[in-house]
């Protein structure tokens, strides 16, 4: 199984020897890459967003071809609403599958909490030599860092039905020795589908407020601080919501925590410079399902103040029905 993991994403030995910051594992010295990013949704364009202007910043390589691949295979229907996980696994194995054979990227990022919980499990991760980076492992670095910094904090984790029934996060940070009365997880069903519509609508601020409220809600008075934690990709576009809840909570807010960027920082590291003079980042969205004129709207304006040309991508996609097959 490739999968990118904390220090061996830098090659710092290398770095070191020729007198600069450290690069990229993952490029292997190519003037140039084809990145993927993929999500069970839109939430993931976030993250290609910051990618592409890091990438832009760092001119760690010449061209950069960026392709999101929306891994969604229905506008009906969804990851959380397969009828048990072997069904979850297997489509998604064969999008992975079709994205490799059709991409040919040198690095795939699963922009999702709810995909990267279960890829492990794939038969995909058995076989590849691509290298695959999930966001869980990020999260949780971030998670426990923000812990230490806040040691009277709890940490309050907020994602999808399968995200929050894998356990994955909240189970990492008890085995790093994070007391259990410090973490609380709630299931936030078809929060994602009202941020994707709109992420500054009255509903989507209605609904973060109303999960805020059931996961928090009529304790005990004074309250200890909270770290919101965001394990859906969706979930950051909102983050002025998630505040605006938890003053209407009257809870202690001690950070909003985004694994989104957190991800991203693994990938290509802030203080990142490569040799080349400047790098030609160019971007790609590929969809089996068609993505509305309200969402690309909604998105897009949130999207073109990280990258301008991820927005127009999303803007200029084209669907591809048959960009993997997920029916038996």
Not at 25 to 49: M, R
Not at 85 to 104: C, H, Q, S, T, W
Not at 147 to 170: K, M, N, Q, W, Y
Not at 196 to 216: H, R, S
């Amino acid at each position: 199984m490739a999968v990118l993991a904390g220090a061996g994403l830098l090659r710092t030995g290398q770095a070191a020897e020729a007198g600069r910051e450290a690069l990229p594992a993952w490029l292997a010295g190519k003037e140039e890459v084809t990145v993927a990013v993929t999500d069970s949704g839109l939430g993931g364009l976030a993250i290609a967003a910051d990618l592409a202007a890091r990438l832009e910043t760092a001119r760690v390589a010449k061209r950069v071809r960026l392709v999101f691949f929306n891994a969604l295979f229905a506008n009906d229907s969804g990851y959380n609403s397969l009828p048990n996980r072997p069904a979850k696994l297997r489509v998604f194995d064969r999008a992975l599958r079709a994205l490799e054979e059709k991409v040919r990227p040198d690095l795939i990022v699963i922009g999702c909490n709810t995909l990267s919980v279960i890829y492990p499990d794939t038969a995909f991760a058995r076989r590849t030599r691509v290298p695959v980076q999930g966001i869980v492992e990020p999260g949780v670095t971030l998670f426990r860092r923000e812990l230490a910094r806040h040691p009277g904090a709890r940490l309050v984790l907020f994602g999808t039905e399968t995200t929050i029934a894998e356990d994955s996060h909240r189970a990492a940070l008890l085995a790093a020795g994070v007391p259990a009365n410090r973490l609380v997880a709630k299931a936030c069903p078809e929060l994602a589908s009202y941020i994707e519509t709109n992420w500054q609508g009255d509903d989507t601020e209605l609904m973060i407020a109303a999960m805020v409220g059931d996961a928090l809600g009529g304790g005990p008075e004074p309250r200890a601080p909270v770290l919101a934690g965001l394990v859906c990709s969706h979930y950051g576009y909102a983050r002025e919501a998630w505040v605006r809840a938890m003053a209407e909570n009257r809870v202690p807010l001690a950070g909003v925590l985004d694994p989104n960027r957190e991800l991203a920082e693994t990938i290509v590291p802030s203080g990142c410079r490569g040799e080349f003079a400047a790098t030609t980042v160019t971007a790609e969205v590929w969809s089996m399902v068609e993505v509305s004129p309200a969402k690309r709207r909604t998105l897009g304006t949130w999207l073109a103040r990280v990258s301008p040309a991820v927005a127009r991508a999303l803007e200029d996609h084209a669907v591809r029905p048959g960009l993997f097959e997920w029916r038996d």
